[in-house]
């Protein structure tokens, strides 16, 4: 297969624009606004989120997860506490998240600090997962090496055996994490790569809405 030269594939941005005269003063309605949009015009996974973590020495490290709820309090995702991105939170409280929705021809990335959920929350989310899911949960010692697939369906078929005539609960190490933003930016994208970036900075209590070259 003769190798493709990755630096040609381009397109231009041509779908809206951002400007910050017409757009909500609270980057948290204006998030949800274009989720809903998002989810309007059927974008592949729109809740889908890209996570970055890192250590207490900064070392860097990102994955896709999905978002569950989202409010004043900031964005909130469920996940093991002992996976890679739950030890590093423990360590570093400081994270990242960057939606993209590219039929739309936008993304949004968003800095803040992140904490655990209530239990009751986690409890509550953890409720309305499918049972295949809940058990999922118990089975997958996220993160850590595991000598085969096998080895994981074992544990899978160990656990529906052991919730088979009684509710599954939620195990002690899953539950759910909220990023509070400090910094929101909307990122709308233009003809000639001159994009459209508008940022909100939250400082002295309010947000501050900034527009950045693009």
């Known amino acids: 297969m003769k190798k493709q030269n990755i630096s040609d594939i381009r397109r231009d941005y041509n779908l809206r624009h951002l400007n910050e005269a017409d757009i909500d003063r609270n980057p948290i309605s204006l998030f949800e606004l274009w989720l809903a949009e998002a989810i309007e015009a059927q974008c592949n996974e729109p809740t889908a989120m890209t ?65 655990k959920t209530s239990e009751r929350l986690s409890d509550k989310y953890f409720e309305t997962r499918p049972d295949k899911s809940k058990i999922g949960a118990w089975a997958s010692p996220q993160s850590q090496v595991i000598p085969s697939r096998k080895y994981l369906d074992n544990l899978k078929s160990d656990f529906l055996e052991e919730f088979s005539n009684k509710p599954i609960k939620r195990p002690p190490n899953w539950g759910g994490y909220t990023l509070t933003p400090n910094v929101i930016e909307f990122w709308q994208g233009r003809p000639n790569r001159l994009h459209d970036r508008i940022q909100f900075s939250f400082l002295n209590e309010t947000w501050e809405i900034e527009r950045l070259a693009p």
Do not use: C, H, M
């Open 51 to 115: 996570l970055a973590t890192s250590t207490f020495d900064g070392k860097p490290s990102a994955r896709v997860v999905l978002l569950k709820d989202v409010g004043s309090t900031g964005f909130t995702f469920f996940t093991n506490y002992e996976s890679k991105k739950g030890r590093q939170i423990l360590q570093n409280p400081y994270g990242a998240l960057v939606f993209y929705w590219p039929e739309l021809e936008r993304q949004v990335r968003i800095e803040g600090t992140i904490k």
